[in-house]
């Protein structure tokens, strides 16, 4: 109940581009704001539909309807060195996704609290909190446009935990379910690791305190919030991670006649110079891999590309076993699907690797800079300039 989909109803008419021309018209129009102009204006946050000096690129980029590596190189090309704030921000998901690939645990271990949770049942001030009736303006205005919009603005979510934990003293384990199920770019990695460095759970004595003088100056004004805590009382570690290895999967064989699954996880993989010229049969992709209608017009886009590039039929089933038919129907040699990592579609595969001959296709991006996630932010943040082989980014000041 807690992490299912919310269906994302009124999402599709909204503003985030689900399909991959909407997000490099996106991309294109936002180009030019990508330079000074994020650095100076990214933070102030202007309320619902008024998210103008963000890409608002994250729905796109999580489905991978669009690349990093495309962003980046796109961004860079214009603006140089003056981009440095914005590809940093981007590799704040790079690591997080890194990072989570490095300790898997946390995520299994808050699956288990939220659904610890729901047996022992919710927590007294859960519903006013994600109803938004808590009487803190800026909070209640948070919660009601998460829930018409799917979408925060980045500071809005740094603002909307922590006063979900220190304020209103709720466990962050039901934060980080709410924003999931409601979030259009809802990511296993940036989603827990976010509320985590939050609470103060993910670099060891810093957490994140809301402010209301600060909430005043960045909203303009709007929001004028009363009685948030003054002091972040850190909530007792329930996830032990220790540093594991990255998973290795299996590689896809060019030569061998393919299946072609495509999840939310990668749906650009078109685009993949070691996969253009596959040979792939048929294109599938199952619902049960799909949380909502965010998803659904995401897959139902790549299907359709996927279909036109390599010529074949798409088609969609429900589950795992039904792939495992196409594949028999088809005499297919491999499954072929982007790399999934830590979350429910990786859940999913898990128990599928073993016989299925499910190989699994990691982007350059991944492989060259998870390898620097298992540690803080700042271990990868210094690698940026050559990961990108970018002297521009290398001149200016960290
Ligand atoms: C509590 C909390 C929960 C979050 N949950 C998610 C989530 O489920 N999915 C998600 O994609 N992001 C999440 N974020 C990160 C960030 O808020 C969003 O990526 C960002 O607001 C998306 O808007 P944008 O595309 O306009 O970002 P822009 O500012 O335009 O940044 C460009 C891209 O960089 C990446 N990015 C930027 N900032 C961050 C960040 N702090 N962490 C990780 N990636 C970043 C995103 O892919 C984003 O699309 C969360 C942050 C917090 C504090």
């Given at each position: 109940m807690l992490l299912s989909p919310s269906g994302h109803g009124p999402i599709l008419s909204f503003d985030f581009p689900l399909s991959r021309s909407a997000a490099l018209a996106r991309l294109a129009a936002f180009l030019p704001h990508a330079g000074e102009a994020y650095a100076r204006h990214r933070n102030e946050e202007r309320g619902q539909g008024q998210h103008h000096a963000v890409s608002r690129l994250s729905a796109a980029l999580r489905r991978r309807l669009i690349s990093e590596a495309e962003v980046a190189d796109a961004v860079l090309r214009m603006h140089g060195g003056l981009a440095a704030k914005f590809i940093g921000e981007l590799y704040w998901r790079t690591y997080w996704k890194g990072w989570l690939e490095q300790h898997p645990s946390i995520w299994e271990d808050w699956r288990a609290a939220c659904d610890r949770w729901v047996e022992q049942g919710l927590p007294e001030g859960y519903s006013a909190a994600v109803e938004g009736r808590t009487g803190i303006d800026a909070f209640d205005a948070w919660a009601r446009e998460l829930r018409e919009t799917g979408y925060l603005h980045n500071w809005a979510r740094m603002q909307f935990a922590s006063i979900w934990i220190f304020t209103l003293r709720l466990p962050w384990e039901l934060g980080a379910a709410f924003t999931f199920r409601h979030f259009v770019d809802a990511d296993p990695a940036s989603n827990t690791l976010s509320w985590r460095w939050v609470a103060g759970l993910?670099?060891?004595?810093k957490a994140y305190l809301a402010d209301a003088e600060r909430t005043r100056v960045q909203t303009d004004g709007r929001f004028d919030p009363r009685g948030l805590a003054v002091t972040a009382d850190v909530p007792r570690e329930t996830c032990k991670a220790e540093l594991g290895r990255i998973r290795t999967p299996t590689a896809p064989d060019p030569h061998l006649p393919s299946l072609l699954l495509l999840t939310p996880e990668d749906l650009s993989l078109e685009t993949e110079a070691t996969l253009k010229a596959l040979d792939v049969r048929r294109v599938v992709a199952c619902r049960a891999h799909c949380s909502g209608a965010a998803d659904l017009a995401a897959v139902a886009d790549g299907l359709q590309r996927g279909s036109t590039h390599w010529g074949v039929r798409a088609l969609w089933v429900d589950d795992m076993e039904a792939v495992l038919a196409v594949a028999q129907d088809e005499g297919v040699a491999q499954i072929v699907t982007g790399y999934a990592p830590v979350g429910p579609v990786a859940d999913s595969l898990a128990a599928y690797r073993e016989g299925a001959r499910i190989a699994e296709h990691r982007r350059a991006w991944d492989v060259e800079a998870w390898p620097y996630c298992g540690k803080g932010y700042f271990a990868l943040a210094q690698h940026i300039p050559a990961l990108l082989g970018s002297a521009a980014l290398e001149s200016l000041p960290a």
């Open positions: 993910h670099t060891s004595g």
